[in-house]
């Protein structure tokens, strides 16, 4: 069973973004998307290219504050190179890069692997509450467009029902798992308590404000990549910033569902765009443009980093 569950984990998110690249390029015929391509401004989608591996720099940089604190002062070449393999792997097998991550590091650094993994339970923590945090800036600068548009789009009552039963639902979780003595409940409390003393970790460390300051550079340069490749394409140029902050986050989940947004990212940046009433052509061409854009990036550095590590560790051993 555990094995059956071990291949659905793989094998479903790959099913589903082939089925999503199927239904996204019969939505838009893959000729259109090529159009676009060639008329889009270049400048604009190697900008964003360029923020985007800003993000990864970063995020790099910032994983030596948390291992700092364990004992562990390592190279920041190693860091770099383990980050984007990371993403790399990820288009692979779904979380498999961040078990890779965290080998390298045990490999080429003497890291412990449960100390590294709870380092990116820690951030992945920080990650989701600076997303939380976009999700309710946006909701608060366009309450009054989503409330109406969710009106129109749906019934408020029905709306009502569901919250209600979600709240239930979580609340009954929440009741069973506290009490229960099961392996399962023993697991699912156990990660919980993990990730929220790995959230409160943060605070203790000697560079905290470092931290903190490069968790919101990550996500400002994801927001600031995905709103300046918009400008690459005439009709997306136009776009307002409150519809590029909710295709940003609608994107954002797409990464999550499938193996690193293959065929959900323009799916979902269609989905979000369509609330404002832009064209569908340029909004599956934007998603694509900006999916594949990003993904290239990780194609190069994420191929030379698990190509030179080897290398690269060895040129410090003989040092």
Do not use: C
Request: no cysteine; charged share 15%; hydrophobic share 55%.
């Amino acid at each position: 069973m555990s094995k059956l569950v071990s291949v659905l984990k793989i094998v479903l998110p790959l099913l589903l973004g082939v089925a999503l690249v199927w239904y996204a390029l019969t939505d838009v015929p893959l000729s259109k998307i090529i159009d676009y391509w060639k008329s889009a401004d270049k400048t604009w989608i190697v900008l964003g290219a360029f923020l985007g591996f800003l993000s990864h720099l970063s995020r790099a940089y910032r994983w030596q504050f948390q291992l700092e604190p364990l004992g562990y002062n390592i190279k920041l070449g190693n860091s770099i190179m383990a980050v984007f393999a990371t993403y790399l792997i990820n288009y692979t097998i779904p979380r498999a890069g961040e078990i890779a991550r965290v080998s390298i590091l045990t490999n080429y650094e003497g890291v412990p692997f449960e100390k590294g993994f709870g380092t990116i339970v820690a951030e992945r923590v920080a990650d989701m509450i600076v997303l939380v945090g976009i999700i309710i800036i946006t909701l608060f600068l366009q309450f009054e467009f989503i409330y109406t548009f969710l009106l129109e789009k749906f019934d408020p009552i029905k709306i009502g029902i569901a919250i209600s039963i979600l709240f239930v639902i979580t609340f009954l979780s929440y009741r069973i798992i506290k009490n229960s003595t099961s392996k399962l409940a023993i697991k699912i409390k156990n990660f919980v308590s993990g990730a929220i003393e790995g959230a409160l970790s943060i605070f203790k460390m000697k560079k905290k404000w470092a931290f903190i300051f490069h968790t919101l550079f990550i996500w400002v340069m994801y927001v600031l990549m995905f709103y300046f490749t918009s400008f690459s394409i005439e009709e997306t140029s136009k776009v307002p910033f409150a519809a590029i902050l909710i295709g940003f986050i609608s994107a954002s989940f797409s990464v999550a569902a499938t193996n690193g947004g293959i065929g959900s990212f323009p799916v979902a940046v269609f989905a979000a765009f369509s609330i404002f009433g832009i064209a569908k052509d340029p909004s599956y061409a934007f998603g694509w443009i900006m999916w594949a854009s990003q993904t290239f990036m990780i194609i190069i550095f994420g191929g030379l980093s698990l190509l030179y590590l080897p290398i690269y560790n060895r040129k410090n051993k003989e040092v």
